[in-house]
């Protein structure tokens, strides 16, 4: 039995729409493989899901290629102007601040549930620094995947901890102190 000229049309449409999200996904993939081969591996500690892990590693890695504009692309909210140069300039700092410390070792601990929001606590180990950030789902209902809150463009205050986080990781057994 032959296929409808209509019919055919459409299974052309969807088999070629398939093929093009497969090579995006096949981009994505080998920019991910290529990114984790060239870094060192991230320490974790807590309970992170696939999607706040993966934010969490190109966060390190875009610090320690010191890619500004790529690492201010993972912020969240950046739809006015001046988020958006909050998140450039928290970009900045945090480059400044961090990206000597996230080219060696480094353990992320992940607080809390991360259903739609963690808590995340780095630690780079070669320069002894601390860091705290949350990344959460964005978008009314999570459709823009998951994100980094950048709103840091003070420098000290970028180069800063919060002061209820543990020296080493694991202090607080991933637990927000309430």
Same mark, same amino acid.
């Given at each position: ?7 055919? $049309? ?16 096949? #981009?994505?993939?080998?920019?991910? $493989? ?5 870094? /060192?591996?991230? +320490? ?13 590693? /190109? ?10 504009? #790529? ?29 000597? +410390? ?5 353990? %992320?601990?992940?607080?809390? /549930?991360?259903? !739609? ?14 860091? +705290? ?14 994100? !980094?809150?950048?709103? /840091?463009?003070?420098?000290?205050? %970028? $180069? ?19």
């Amino acid at each position: 039995m032959r296929a409808a000229p209509a019919v055919r $049309a459409v299974l052309v449409a969807v088999l070629a729409a398939g093929a093009l999200s497969a090579c995006a996904a096949d #981009e994505d993939g080998l920019r991910y $493989a290529t990114d984790y081969s060239n870094h /060192e591996p991230l +320490g974790v500690v807590g309970y992170p899901t696939s999607d706040s892990l993966r934010i969490t590693q /190109e966060l390190i890695w875009r610090l320690a290629d010191g890619r500004t504009g #790529e690492l201010e692309s993972l912020a969240a909210d950046t739809d006015s102007d001046g988020a958006k140069s909050e998140a450039g300039k928290t970009a900045q700092n945090w480059i400044q601040a961090f990206g000597k +410390g996230a080219g060696g070792k480094v353990t %992320a601990e992940f607080y809390d /549930e991360g259903s !739609v929001r963690q808590f995340v606590v780095v630690y780079f180990h070669d320069t002894t620094q601390v860091k +705290g950030y949350s990344v959460r789902l964005t978008g009314s209902t999570g459709e823009d995947g998951w994100r !980094v809150d950048m709103r /840091e463009p003070d420098p000290k205050e %970028a $180069a800063s901890a919060p002061d209820w986080v543990p020296s080493t990781p694991g202090g607080l057994g991933s637990k927000t102190p309430r």
